[in-house]
């Protein structure tokens, strides 16, 4: 009869599901930061986080909560939302504290992080004053113009290649009802905001929890462009982090719809 010995018992027990518990482990004991308080072989996601007008801070969109909350589930990796004003969440992910959502990939950054596939797209829309009279459209429409965006935000490289040569951009803090407040006043002429809505009665049904004045105030019907929503991770730490498990999940919610209706819904 054949002897097992000790080496070779080890190596059958190194199934994928362990194999995936250890890496979750390596990737909770190498790049989780102080700055978490999670639970055993929870993974904290980065995640942007929006203020009401008295700058209080409001809770993730359950749209996003439910997709998380699917990846989670599908993956078997325990995705646990930390939201973050912009400018510090992008901090921790430079530097490796965790993968943050809903980074935008410019050249820098595709130097810098790894990306999962893409979750879902969004478009960035276009909120001007109802006393506009120029036609806006496109990036090119936008010469000249004042441009309020999220302090910190990205919209990709065509858009960073334009920014403060076709038009002026004013980087504005993470409350939209300041940003709205600041356009009907005329100090700034387009805001740009970032929705998976599909049409802009969407997005003027979202805004109007925010204040949205619909006799100041008008959307453009189309956006000015779309990007598309992943989750990434400094490449350093990128080797402990379970990539194919999240890509999996992503790929088959995609195809079977269900990410697209847990946005809906």
Known sequence: MKRINNEE??????????????????????SV??????????VPLLIWQLTDNLNQALPTK????????YLRIKSG???HLHAYPWNRALKLANEGSAPI???????????????????????????????QTSAISN??????????????VSYGAEFDAAKNTLFKVEEDSDN?????????????????????AKTAEQVVTELSDYGYDANQLRVIPNPLLSESVCIA?????????????????????RHTGEIERLLRD
């Not at 990036?139 to 910190?152: E, Y």
Request: hydrophobic share 45%; net charge positive.
């Open 9 to 30: 018992v080890i190596k059958q027990k190194e199934t994928p599901d362990r194999q995936r518990r250890l890496a979750l482990a390596a990737l909770l004991t190498v």
């Open 33 to 42: 930061s102080p700055v978490f308080a999670v639970s055993e072989n929870e």
């Open 62 to 69: 359950p749209s996003i909560q439910r997709v998380v909350d």
């Open 77 to 79: 990796i325990r995705l």
């Open 101 to 131: 959502w809903g980074l935008s990939q410019t050249p820098d950054r595709l130097q810098r992080f790894v990306f999962s596939h893409p979750i879902f797209e969004t478009n960035v829309w276009m909120l001007v004053s109802k006393s």
């Open 139 to 152: 990036l090119a429409s936008l010469a000249g113009k004042r441009v309020s965006i999220f302090h910190g």
């Open 176 to 196: 939209l009802g300041a940003r709205m407040a600041k356009l009907i006043a005329g100090r700034c002429d387009v805001m740009l905001h970032s929705n998976h």
């Open 233 to 253: 991770i400094l490449k350093e730490k990128a080797a402990s982090f379970p990539f194919a498990e999240l890509n999996l999940a992503i790929d088959v919610g």
